[in-house]
């Protein structure tokens, strides 16, 4: 499995990510400055969380339209599969890669905490080594990671299983006080329609090591490693 991160000015997760990748596949992935407009071969391509260009405009604005992204969205159009987590979805989002967008939290504040995500479905390269309904504990970061769409498209995600996490309770209940930014039904992560593209807010790659305090995430990079060998 060979994979590559997409590093922007203001990128601050690529090397966690680069760790987790390590961890599940045993090799270390390219780190792609976003100014290349190439990629190398690889099975998939991550776009790690942070805060590039400043968040200035609106968040992942101007970083979808790097150089890179071009290339990004032809691969994932290819089938490769694509995960952006936390800034990596607002671009993703923005790129047009996957529907909706991430607004302000509802808090009007950063938001840095433990929180508790409902894996809604184990049928994706993402998430078959979980199972559906299972409960995970990873950390949130992020001032905009408040999910909006309008219901038609919510609609549509739901009933195509595009859904692929729900901010919970710690016994898995879907309720307002467990949703830390006011995502429009809760939703933490989604795919686009053919599930070769993830996005999601919660850090994956800060929960693969014991010593980061949950492994919870691990479980992610090791369905891709699994999938994509």
């Given at each position: ?123 994706s ?10 409960v ?44 830390p ?12 329609a ?9 850090h ?26």
């Amino acid at each position: 499995m060979k994979t590559a991160v997409i590093v922007f000015p203001g990128s601050n997760r690529e090397h966690d990510v680069a760790d987790a990748l390590r961890r599940s596949t045993g090799k270390a992935p390219a780190l792609v400055w976003h100014r290349d407009s190439e990629l190398p071969d690889v099975d998939l391509v991550v776009l790690p969380g942070g805060f590039a260009y400043g968040d200035y405009l609106r968040t992942g604005a101007i970083a979808a339209r790097s150089p890179v992204m071009n290339e990004v969205i032809r691969r994932a159009e290819k089938g490769v599969a694509v995960v952006g987590i936390c800034n990596g979805f607002q671009i993703l989002c923005e790129s047009g890669l996957l529907p909706g967008v991430l607004l302000s939290n509802a808090s009007l504040k950063f938001v840095c905490r433990d929180v508790h995500l409902r894996v809604e479905t184990s049928q994706s390269l993402f998430t078959a080594r979980y199972q559906t309904g299972e409960v995970l504990r990873v950390p949130v970061a992020h001032h905009d990671g408040n999910y909006f769409a309008d219901d038609a498209t919510l609609d549509r995600l739901e009933d195509k299983g595009q859904v692929a996490f729900r901010y919970c309770a710690a016994d898995g209940a879907v309720q307002t006080a467990a949703n830390p930014n006011g995502s429009a039904r809760n939703i933490a992560g989604v795919f686009n329609a053919t599930k070769n593209v993830l996005g999601l807010m919660p850090h994956p790659e800060n929960a693969t090591d014991s010593l980061l305090g949950s492994t919870d995430g691990r479980g992610l990079f090791d369905s891709l490693a699994d999938a994509l060998v």
